[in-house]
């Protein structure tokens, strides 16, 4: 029973680890894809440039939000 009780316990922290990793490397893919859509608003020669940022915000939106879901810590 002991070795049950610390397994839990250990299996609970580090379930909380993984869900912070996760939600680290979401915001993460937000920076990143946030960093290429302005880089490439710069250097590049699109026709549709509204395509090009509607697409990226939403994928920064969506990223952003999942990262702050996996974050946040129970009270």
């Given at each position: 029973m002991y070795i049950n009780v610390l397994y839990y316990?250990?299996?609970?922290?580090y379930d909380d680890l993984m869900k912070k990793?996760?939600?680290?490397?979401?915001?993460?893919?937000?920076?990143?894809?946030?960093?290429?859509?302005?880089i490439?608003?710069?250097?590049?020669?699109?026709q549709q440039k509204w395509a090009v940022y509607l697409g990226g915000s939403i994928i920064v939106v969506i990223g952003f939000f999942l990262g702050l879901f996996f974050i946040k810590e129970k009270k």
């Open positions: 316990i250990f299996a609970l922290k990793e996760i939600g680290k490397w979401f915001m993460d893919i937000a920076k990143y894809v946030a960093t290429a859509v302005l490439s608003s710069f250097l590049g020669s699109f």
